[in-house]
């Protein structure tokens, strides 16, 4: 079974600054994609960013980037010129391509908070 | 291209009463996902639907159940609810084919279930 790990339930930035998230995994596939789920107060789950494992190169979106360590089995976000509408509760998910179907398994999350 | 519904926003149920969720999947989509998020927790894969079958569970047990219509909405069943069933409920659209999962996955805003 995958289990994913964040070990950050509350990080707060400045407003303009940039604010690193963490997250692990464990996992016996080789194959798979990782994924950053915002979750404002809205509720709804918002995509920000997904990582194809064979893929060697960092995924980035404007100002969200991952740093990608297959052999550490390490993901984590970068978000530049944080702003206050990055304040949410971000989530780290796998989804196997072997096992797991299409099911995702989420983080416990990290709570991020922009200041102004 | 509409988004995933979800319906009720907001539910309040006695324990050992049944309830029923709605989820209307995004156009185009053919697989509806449901997820359990615990308050201040992430998200727990109940199952998924697709072609109106159950494929993939979670580890939740049988008084949680489901059903795929032709149109691909879907609907969660819960019975004899108990205290921890409180929770947010989210649905996720996605497109399967030919073996493959798109991971191209929608959610709804989800439907927020007190039992009491």
């Known amino acids: 079974a995958q289990t994913v790990t964040q070990s950050q339930p509350e990080m707060s930035v400045q407003e303009a600054e940039t604010v690193t998230l963490s997250c692990t995994y464990d996992?016996?596939?080789?194959?798979?994609?990782l994924f950053w789920y915002k979750q404002p107060p809205s509720r709804q789950m918002i995509l920000v960013i997904r990582?194809?494992?064979?893929?060697?190169q960092n995924a980035t979106e404007n100002r969200f980037s991952v740093n990608f360590q297959k052999a550490a089995k390490s993901f984590s976000l970068k978000i530049s010129d944080s702003q206050l509408g990055d304040t949410a509760m971000y989530f780290c998910?796998?989804?196997?391509?072997?096992?797991?179907?299409?099911?995702?398994?989420f983080g416990e999350g990290t709570q991020l908070t922009v200041n102004p | 291209e509409t988004g995933v519904t979800q319906s009720p926003t907001h539910l309040i149920k006695t324990r050992g009463q049944q309830v029923t969720l709605r989820c209307s999947s995004q156009?185009?989509?053919?697989?509806v996902s449901w997820y359990q998020q615990a308050l201040g927790q992430g998200p727990q894969f109940i199952f998924q639907?697709?072609?109106?079958?159950?494929?993939g569970r979670g580890n939740f047990p049988p008084r949680f159940s489901g059903l795929q219509f032709p149109n691909y909405s879907s609907e969660l069943n819960v019975n004899a609810l108990e205290l921890d069933d409180s929770a947010l409920y989210l649905c996720?659209?996605?497109?399967?084919?030919?073996?493959?999962?798109?991971?191209?996955?929608?959610f709804g805003s989800g439907t927020r279930l007190t039992v009491v």
């Open positions: 990582q194809e494992a064979y893929k060697q």
């Open positions: 156009s185009g989509h053919n697989t």
């Open positions: 639907y697709y072609r109106e079958e159950e494929n």
């Open positions: 996992t016996s596939e080789s194959n798979y994609y």
């Open positions: 998910a796998f989804r196997g391509r072997e096992t797991s179907g299409s099911r995702l398994t």
């Open positions: 996720a659209s996605s497109l399967a084919g030919g073996g493959r999962y798109n991971y191209g996955y929608t």
